[in-house]
């Protein structure tokens, strides 16, 4: 069973920027294309980035475009997501999970625990 461990989210004020990364198990990472997802408290999660298998066509939420990058490291299994210029409405949950790359949908039944980001002077 893969697992995702999400890390390096925290409390930063506005305009400020976070580096989130997602370790995830298993040796066929570099065959998933992965997105980011991130669910606000009475939310529902919502696809923020994704990221395919290979090649440089990546895709953005458009509340982020601009402002996020994802990227991945297939040596090292993990997946990341650069947040610059962050705003309040940047606070959530974020998580990690393979995800078909078209749609956006999750492959993976189990998340991980997830990564708080909080947005706030």
């Known amino acids: 069973q893969v697992q995702l461990v999400e890390s390096g989210g925290g409390l930063v004020q506005p305009g400020g920027s976070l580096k989130l990364s997602c370790a995830t198990s298993g040796s066929t990472f570099r065959t998933y294309a992965m997105s980011w997802y991130r669910q606000a408290p009475g939310k529902e999660r919502d696809l923020v980035a994704s990221?395919?298998?290979?090649?440089?066509?990546?895709k953005y939420a458009d509340s982020v475009k601009g402002r996020y990058t994802i990227s991945r490291d297939n040596t090292k299994n993990t997946v990341y997501l650069q947040m610059n210029s962050l705003k309040p409405e940047d606070t959530a949950v974020y998580y990690c999970n393979a995800a078909n790359f078209v749609t956006g949908a999750p492959a993976f039944v189990s998340w991980g625990q997830g990564t708080q980001v909080t947005v706030s002077s």
């Open positions: 990221i395919p298998s290979a090649g440089s066509i990546k």
